[in-house]
């Protein structure tokens, strides 16, 4: 585990030198899309644990906002690279943020077997405008770590059971 506290002083580097590198790196060989989370929120950890355990065909990979990759791949679509307020889902063409992200997401995850969430996902598009889903994400957003707490140390794949879902760092 890496403290956040620590991150800077550990040797992770506070300052990118070419965010487009990076990027282009994580999708060099890998094009599966990248969910970034905020690695320290027990919301958003709890959410990837979710997502790891739907995603058994390894669809999704993930990397801590608060990482390098995680920096450089949000500069590189027009977000501060200390922006940790919103889950982003960045693919290789772009990325989607906030309610967007979440509703992607869901339609990727969503097991056929289970309750009919990809026809909700994109009903929900169709019915609720961008700017009220964006309302209540910003409200959850905002109070996550009230609702759920938050840890001193941004989450790793320590055992290395999902080694290839988590976007390695030192591409950075």
């Known amino acids: 585990m890496i403290?956040?506290?620590?991150?800077?002083s550990s040797g992770v580097s506070t300052e990118l030198c070419d965010p487009a590198t990076i990027s282009s790196r994580v999708f060099e060989?890998?094009?599966r899309p990248v969910i970034l989370f905020d690695g320290v929120c027990n919301m958003c950890n709890?959410?990837?644990?979710?997502?790891?355990d739907w995603d058994k065909d390894g669809k999704l990979r993930f990397s801590a906002l608060q990482s390098n990759v995680g920096r450089a791949l949000l500069q590189v679509n027009g977000r501060k690279a200390d922006d940790i307020s919103s889950i982003v889902l960045v693919t290789s063409d772009g990325a989607y943020i906030k309610s967007d992200a979440i509703l992607?997401?869901?339609e990727e995850l969503t097991p056929f077997s289970m309750l009919p969430l990809k026809p909700a996902v994109v009903l929900s598009r169709l019915v609720v405008p961008k700017f009220l889903r964006d309302v209540i994400y910003d409200n959850v957003a905002d109070n996550r770590y009230?609702?759920?707490?938050?840890?001193?140390?941004?989450?790793?794949?320590?055992?290395g059971a999902f080694q290839d879902r988590f976007v390695d760092d030192a591409i950075a």
Do not use: P, Q, Y
């Not at 403290?3 to 800077?8: D, I, N, P, R, S």
């Not at 709890?46 to 790891?52: D, F, M, S, Y």
């Not at 609702?147 to 320590?158: A, F, H, P």
């Open 3 to 8: 403290h956040a506290t620590e991150m800077a």
């Open 29 to 31: 060989k890998d094009k």
């Open 46 to 52: 709890n959410a990837v644990n979710l997502a790891l």
């Open 104 to 106: 992607k997401i869901t």
């Open 146 to 159: 009230s609702i759920m707490g938050k840890r001193n140390e941004c989450r790793l794949d320590s055992d």
